[in-house]
């Protein structure tokens, strides 16, 4: 069985954009996106430097624009065949638009709002997100809880990330869990998945009450529990909280695991998501979809784990 998942911000690199671009009829799709949005994706994904696209409002459409665009490459849904779709965060909307639930350009606009929203409401107070590398999950969230930090991402596979105040991240920075080898900062611009961001959700449901969400083609797992969703309309109701609430990817793993899943193909900019799988998930066959030389190979895997 086949999981295609999506990545989350911080995945983005200057230039990763670029490759997909020259594939046949893409940058006219990309146009068409830009338009609808009224952002220069291609700009932003091939010239644009690190610190221009680590901007919320312009990382999060340019990740959902190139989850698709590469997984289009590979052809239709159907021919895919995934049997379960996810996503990690703002990952979560390029899944939805896999899974039938929003169209391309629906999925577009959303995200774009989304960006704009999460940046107003990171630029109220300083706040970031680092990776914890290592240590036991119970130890390293009551130690996140004393320091007043959020545990926004539980990535499982030893990976924990700790969303706050910049003071407080550097607290950790000098008070390192037990047991925690490293903690990393991640390139994002705000403690996302966390209470910093309810200004956020608000903005986020009047946006999505102008969409009208089909239900889902494929299983779509969610990052609220790891539970699959059976209705579109759950689906956005969970989009839209989801800005606010942590990410479980453990348990989004734990229900592939359940789902029989024997293969998983991350979408560009992939490696993140498969990093985490193969540690979690062992046996099961991974690949990330970097740039279009990665597609041969995720075809071969296509062929043989589809349903």
């Known amino acids: 069985m086949l999981v295609l ?3 989350g911000q911080g995945a983005q690199t200057p230039g990763f954009l ?22 220069d994706l291609a700009h932003y994904g091939t010239q644009a430097d690190a610190d221009a696209i680590r901007d919320t409002s312009v990382a999060q459409p340019l990740l959902v624009a190139a989850g698709i665009l590469s997984a289009s490459a590979l052809g239709a849904i159907a021919d895919i065949a995934p049997g379960a779709v996810a996503g990690h965060s703002v990952g979560e909307i390029t899944a939805a638009s896999f899974a039938g ?23 109220i ?9 290592g240590g036991d999950p ?21 990976q924990i990330v700790a969303a706050g105040t910049l003071e407080q991240l550097a607290a950790l920075n000098d008070d390192k869990p037990e047991g925690v080898r490293k903690v990393v900062p991640l390139k994002v611009a705000g403690a996302f998945h966390t209470h910093h961001m309810a200004p956020a959700v608000d903005a986020l449901a ?10 889902p083609t ?44 024997t293969a998983l193909i ?4 992939g490696g993140t998501l498969v990093g985490l799988a193969k540690r979690a998930l062992p046996g099961v066959t991974t690949l990330a979809l970097k740039t279009p030389d990665d597609l041969d190979a995720a075809r071969e895997l296509i062929a043989e784990h589809g349903a």
Request: with cysteine; aromatic share 4%; net charge negative.
């Open 125 to 133: 107070t300083e706040t970031g997100m680092s990776a914890l590398l």
């Open 266 to 269: 991350e979408v560009s900019p």
């Open 5 to 7: 998942v999506a990545p």
């Open 218 to 261: 494929v299983t779509y797992v969610s990052n609220k529990d790891g539970r699959a969703v059976a209705t579109g309309a759950e689906v956005l109701e969970r989009l839209v909280g989801q800005v606010a609430n942590p990410v479980r990817w453990d348990l989004c793993m734990e229900t592939f695991k359940e789902l029989g899943a």
């Open 138 to 158: 119970e130890v390293s969230v009551a130690h996140l809880e004393k320091l007043g930090l959020t545990p926004a991402n539980v990535n499982g596979a030893g």
């Open 206 to 215: 009047k946006a999505a009450a102008d969409l009208t969400p089909a239900d």
């Open 18 to 39: 670029t490759p997909w671009l020259e594939l046949p009829g893409a940058a006219d799709r990309v146009a068409a996106w830009s338009d609808a949005i009224g952002l």
């Open 101 to 123: 639930v929003l169209d391309d350009t629906a999925a577009l606009t959303l995200v774009r709002k989304r960006g704009l929203a999460m940046a107003d409401a990171a630029a």
